[in-house]
């Protein structure tokens, strides 16, 4: 069964930090694009950072460029999401994701940003 699993989400205050962590399941993870998306009330689902396969190349959002980092561990089938200097808007709930025969998704964890 694929299945992605996040989890890291809390409250915090603006200027704060967090790291988001997906691990994965059911698939050859290392083989994998991982990206992060987020959802925050009332707004569609953007895309957040993603992360390639070997060799590992990112990519961001232009509001996650310089305060996100996007990483992963193949041995622990995991993919990060380090967000430092967090801000009110960045208040969402985050996904991880995999295109493997369909779009895979997490269930989310929540990050709130408010003081």
């Known amino acids: 069964q694929v299945q992605l699993v996040e989890s890291g989400g809390g409250l915090v205050q603006p200027g704060g930090s967090l790291r988001l962590s997906c691990q994965g399941s059911?698939?050859?993870?290392?083989?994998?694009?991982m990206r992060w998306y987020r959802q925050a009330p009332g707004k569609e689902r953007e895309l957040v950072a993603t992360i390639t396969s070997t060799p590992s190349r990112t990519s961001y959002a232009d509001s996650a460029q310089g305060r996100f980092t996007i990483s992963r561990d193949n041995a622990k089938n995991t993919v990060y999401l380090q967000m430092n200097n967090l801000k009110p808007e960045d208040t969402a709930v985050y996904y991880c994701n995999a295109v493997i025969y369909k779009n895979i998704w997490g269930q989310g964890t929540q990050v709130t940003v408010t003081s």
């Open positions: 059911g698939f050859t993870f290392s083989n994998y694009v």
